[in-house]
């Protein structure tokens, strides 16, 4: 296991235009969340599954963006009819379920909306 | 005031020095404190991971919370240019994380 592994690494779209980001977590590991990185600022939460159930999504996601994680496995984060102000790294980390484990993150997906 | 302050630096120092990263936080309940290596354009990179009040050593890198004070520290010893990188500090209760602006730090050969 290589670790979290996010696809594609960058991403240029159009306004208008709907993206989908994917997630691939340490094997084993229940927990996903993703995060949201812009340039001189730390990750801030998007939401967080436990295993395949959605358990908490922050404010910061509005409508336009929708998470799923099917089989508890990998997971997708789309951004409908982005705007330019959706321009950021959108990170994945994974941790254990048991217990208040320390999270790894994936490399990460650079958005960039012209 | 924010949940989790960090001075975002940017801070330079020469090869070899002591550096003295550091985080304030206003939520007593977090619980689980970690130090987030950032080189530009990666994804964090976990360096150190603690839980109670006192230091956690790990090589050149040590670790300090005091929970009565809400303040957090990294210090790296005999810094190295590879060091150079964005240090992230990371609070965490349950499924909440909360991270710091994160400090650009630059080791001068």
């Known amino acids: 296991d290589t670790g979290v592994s996010q696809d594609p690494r960058h991403k240029i779209t159009k306004r208008g235009q709907n993206v989908t980001f994917r997630c691939d977590p340490i094997?084993?590991?229940?927990?996903l969340y993703w995060y949201r990185q812009t340039l001189g600022q730390g990750p801030e939460f998007l939401t967080y599954?436990?295993?395949?159930?959605?358990?908490?999504k922050s404010r910061l996601l509005s409508d336009r963006f929708s998470a799923e994680r099917p089989k508890g496995s990998f997971s997708t984060l789309e951004i409908q009819r982005t705007e330019q102000g959706d321009s950021a790294m959108y990170l994945c980390?994974?941790?254990?379920?048991?217990?208040?484990?320390?999270?790894?993150f994936g490399q990460g997906t650079r958005l960039t909306v012209v | 005031q924010k949940e989790v302050e960090q001075d975002p630096g940017p801070l330079s120092v020469p090869e070899g020095a002591i550096v003295s990263l550091n985080c304030t936080y206003s939520n007593s309940a977090f619980q689980y404190f970690m130090w987030y290596r950032q080189y530009s354009r990666k994804g964090p990179e976990l360096l150190m991971y603690?839980?109670?009040?006192g230091n956690k050593e790990d090589g050149r890198f040590t670790a300090q919370v005091d929970k009565s004070s809400k303040y957090i520290s990294l210090f790296i010893r005999d810094s190295q240019p590879s060091d150079s990188a964005t240090y992230l500090c990371?609070?965490?209760?349950?499924?909440?994380?909360?991270f710091g602006a994160g400090t650009r730090l630059t080791v001068k050969p």
């Open positions: 980390a994974s941790s254990f379920l048991q217990g208040n484990t320390e999270a790894f």
């Open positions: 094997s084993e590991h229940n927990r």
């Open positions: 599954f436990q295993n395949e159930a959605q358990l908490e």
């Open positions: 603690t839980y109670s009040s």
């Open positions: 990371a609070l965490k209760l349950n499924n909440d994380m909360r």
